[in-house]
């Protein structure tokens, strides 16, 4: 088996974007991984080696998060993100993709499907969001004061790593320095809260109902039984809203799955793309 692993950038519609390719010479499939809010591609860690072996693998960071640019001018929204990812995918001659998305990245595979439902074969979510509402006139007003990125950063901050990483497992004893650097790395470029002003300004709001049942693509819902930050409710109704969807329940898990129970999501996934 060879495999090649590239760390690289591509300029894609205006901004930088970072992405990881994990090439394997004997590869039938290509999956392409899209994270959640805050994080990187450094939350696939440990779903990456398990897909690679007989996959290709694209896991990518989406824009303002990670290695990828943060430009105060980029448009932020869910459809243009997802532009961003067909855009990308297609610059790296893949024709026919399964694309899992984890959270926010959950919503923009939605977004990728219902523009282009040829591209994608079929799709995972894991912890999709959900029928969340655009951010309220107020707080989009107040986001083109000149200092609001300094609120953004400071809200952040008062929060916490650890605390924002307890919030998003089950089993907090998991969590250790390797693992709350990694969730780190993204806020160490300050520019990053100028794009968190732009994406609060830009974010369409999720998909509505009528949207969803547009979307043809099979997928597979994976949720965690204690996701705190997006409950199982919404998993619930995102498979009966989309025409073609099942939902798989893990115990003992909260949203951070591919994190917590990489080896169980791996077997699901795998599963689900041989039927």
Known sequence: MSITVSKLTKEISGIEIYFEEYKNQNANNTFVLLHGFLSSTFSFR????????????VSIDIPPFGQSGKHP??????????KMVINLISSLGYSS??????????????????????????GVLLCSSGYLNPSKRSLKLLS???FFHHCVK??????????????????RSIIDEEMLKGYEQP????????????MIRDREGDLSVEQLHQITTPCLLIWGEH??????????RLTKDLP????????????????????????????????
Do not use: C
Not at 227 to 236: E, F, N, Q, T
């Open 46 to 57: 440990r779903l990456i080696p398990l897909l690679n072996k007989d996959n290709n693998v």
């Open 187 to 198: 806020f160490l470029d300050k520019q990053i809260f100028r794009g968190l002003t732009r």
């Open 227 to 236: 996701d705190r930050v997006v409950p199982l409710s919404i998993g619930k």
């Open 154 to 171: 400071y809200y952040l901050e008062k929060s916490g790593v650890r605390k924002n990483v307890e919030t998003v497992v089950f089993d």
């Open 144 to 146: 083109f004061l000149p």
């Open 97 to 122: 993709i399964y694309l899992i998305g984890h959270s926010m990245g959950g919503q923009i595979s939605l977004n990728v499907m219902l523009q282009k439902p040829n591209l994608v074969k079929k």
């Open 73 to 82: 001018r980029y448009q932020y929204s869910y459809q243009n993100l997802a």
């Open 244 to 275: 073609h969807a099942q939902l798989i329940v893990l115990k003992d898990a909260g949203h951070l799955i591919s994190e917590e129970n990489a080896e169980e999501v791996f077997q699901h996934i795998d599963k689900f793309i041989h039927e």
